[in-house]
Nanobody
Framework: QVQLVESGGGLVQAGGSLRLSCAASGSISSINSMGWFRQAPGKQRELVASVTIGGSTNYADSVKGRFTISRDNAKNTVYLQMNSLKPEDTAVYYC???????????????????WGQGTQVTVST
C-alpha cells in the first residue's frame, strides 16, 4: 500500500486559487482511482474529486467548474487545482487511493481508510 503525502494548502482570499499535490511513495500507475477528500470542522468527510486509471473524473456538485483533478503517473503524484475558492471550501484536504467503491466506504466511515496528515486550506472573505 502506497503512502500518500499531501501538500500545497494555505490561506487564500475568496476568489483565489491553490494547487494541492499528493505525492505517493510508490507507483500509482496501476491504482484504479485516486481521490481528494475534505473535512471541515464538525462536518462529515466528503469526496471532492476522483480520477480513474483511465482518466475519467468525477466532482462533487459544490466544486464542479472550479476544481480540476489530475494524475501524473510518471511522477506518482495527484493534483487538485482549485480556482474561484469560497469560504465554504475551508477544510483539511486529504488524498487517497483505491476504487470508487472504497471511496464511498471512506466517506461513510473514514476510520476504514488509511489517511495522511492532510493539508489545511483556509479561504478568507
Amino acid at each position: 500500500q502506497v503512502q500518500l503525502v499531501e501538500s500545497g494548502g494555505g490561506l487564500v482570499q475568496a476568489g483565489g486559487s491553490l494547487r494541492l499535490s499528493c505525492a505517493a511513495s510508490g507507483s500509482i500507475s496501476s491504482i484504479n482511482s485516486m481521490g481528494w477528500f475534505r473535512q471541515a470542522p464538525g462536518k462529515q468527510r466528503e469526496l471532492v474529486a476522483s480520477v480513474t486509471i483511465g482518466g475519467s473524473t468525477n466532482y462533487a456538485d459544490s466544486v464542479k467548474g472550479r476544481f480540476t483533478i489530475s494524475r501524473d503517473n510518471a511522477k506518482n503524484t495527484v493534483y487538485l487545482q482549485m480556482n474561484s475558492l469560497k469560504p465554504e471550501d475551508t477544510a483539511v484536504y486529504y488524498c487517497n487511493a483505491g476504487s470508487l467503491f472504497q471511496f464511498k466506504l471512506y466517506v461513510q466511515n473514514p476510520d476504514v481508510g488509511s489517511w495522511g496528515q492532510g493539508t489545511q486550506v483556509t479561504v478568507s472573505t
